[in-house]
């Protein structure tokens, strides 16, 4: 899955994926790409061993690893996540409950204008929106 961010990702962007998970070998990432190709944000759910990994690769290399041992996915249950974007932070639910706040690293937030969700696994829902802020 491919969007364009209309105007680039400005505060109030919202991402939700919907999916499911069967294997602990099943993998998948989101990433937000700058106009230039840089991911500004990878995210990436590490069933093997239960974590969530957020990074940004910028210059031609990766930056440090914020990696998070709250990991509230369960095989072969299904799963929401939304990745919600304001004027510092992307913020990371998980069914609803918080999970993750990452830095914007890439600035400005306007030269963000793509969205990439690589997968192994189907997803019926991917649905990028511009909701009013209310963090």
Request: glycine content about 6%; aromatic content about 14%.
């Amino acid at each position: 899955f491919e969007a364009f961010c209309s105007g680039g990702l400005v505060p109030g962007w919202s991402l939700i994926v919907q999916g499911q998970s069967n294997s602990k070998d099943d993998e998948f990432e989101i990433n937000f790409l700058s106009e230039s190709g840089e991911i500004a944000f990878h995210f990436k759910p590490r069933f093997s061993n239960g974590t969530l990994v957020c990074n940004s690769f910028q210059g031609s290399r990766w930056g440090e690893e914020e990696v998070y041992s709250v990991f509230p996915l369960e095989l072969k249950e299904p799963f929401e996540i939304e990745i919600f974007s304001d004027s510092e932070y992307f913020h990371v639910f998980i069914q609803e409950s918080k999970v993750a706040q990452y830095e914007h690293r890439h600035k400005p937030l306007a030269s963000i204008t793509k969205v990439q969700v690589l997968n192994d696994l189907r997803f019926p829902l991917v649905e990028l929106s511009k909701k009013r802020l209310y963090l």
